[in-house]
């Protein structure tokens, strides 16, 4: 019989399953053996045979939990954990992509991952363009009959333009090509990009589904049969998550619908908050009524909310921008984001240090631009801590 069952009721029982023995820990033990024995031939056969747990780079039975939890999370049927974000996209591109291929890939794109287009997928004969992701007439145009890839975050790192993934996922198969979406700045909790039509979904668990910055990995969701073609490499280039961060994250998860939707709300606050304020020059938050993207963002955002995340300028005053961060009480910089606590990051000395500057000022990122991964504060207390901070603008 089918449950209707709500997600945060579910995700509480999530990965009790996966364990040894017949009977079921409240909490989920750690598996941190780098092996496990069996007792003759005839069981190393059975064991192999039906995939079960033998060496920790294979399989291991907290990285199975949490993979299951992200599946159900992502309504995918199978998922990968990798021990980190860029480990989960440097497998997937790596494994589904070969000499002579083409991939088109958003303009605005996270610093590694366009690194990992440019530096070193470029040196084994992979193509690659990077154009304006929103303007879906472009993208069409800018396909080639080699296109095998269409790379995508759903939000823009860190100026969150919003991907049509739906329009995305049409012009990718229409051109027998995949679609492949970052979802980390999102979460399933706000769009799962699967049921859009995109193939591959990737999160940081880093960031906000394990929520406090204590644990590192990355995870791809999709087909079975796409998760098979990506496990054998990355297995081969060693990035299988960690038994212990895994566990983490497993417990992480249970409150993420109570932490991803506080923060949702929060940035919608603060979004609002900062618009108003003479000393910011622009704010970008899909959640704003004003922001370009914000009809795009209704038609394929869930009604949680438009993410935790948002950017905005300020003037190009080193000096000034120095005193603000000093400032500030409750959100620190910090070269990460999706925290329990506020943080904020500043790209041109973090994320996209690496992009050639002509490339960055066509972004439309500046000495100016900040990111602020929003946190569970009082929503007041940081609307004020942020006004008091950019006084130093308008003194």
Known sequence: MENNFTRESMLLGLGKGVSAGAQIPETPPIHLTTAFTMRDLSEVEQVYRQKEFTYVRTRNPNR??????????????????????????????????????????NRHLYGETYDLLVKLLARFGVQHDLVDFEDLDLVRASMRSNTKMLYTEVLSNPLLSVADIGGLAELAHAGDALLVVDNTFTTPLAIRPLDFGADLSINSLTKFLNGHSDAMAGAVTGSAALCERI????MLLGVPGDPFDAWLILRGLQTVELRVGRQMDNALALARS???????????????????????????FTDRGFGAMLSFELESDTDKINRFMCALHFAHYAPTLGGVAS????????????????????????QGTFRLSVGI??????????AQALEVFTA
Do not use: W
Request: charged content about 20%; aromatic content about 2%; some cysteine.
């Open 231 to 234: 496990r054998p490499i990355a």
């Open 377 to 386: 504060e009082n929503p007041q207390d940081l609307i004020a801590d942020f």
């Open 343 to 366: 943080s904020l990051s500043h790209p041109v000395t973090s994320s996209h240090s690496n992009v050639p500057e002509a490339e960055r000022l066509a972004m439309g990122i500046t």
């Open 274 to 300: 900062l618009e108003q304020n003479p000393a910011v020059r622009r704010v970008h938050y899909p959640g704003l009524e004003r922001n370009r993207c914000h009809q795009v963002a209704e038609k394929l």
């Open 64 to 105: 199975t939990a949490l993979q299951q939890a992200l599946s159900f999370l992502e309504n995918g049927e199978e998922t990968l954990v990798c021990s980190s974000g860029m480990g989960a996209i440097s497998s997937t591109l790596i494994s589904l992509l070969s000499p002579g291929d083409h991939v088109l890939a």
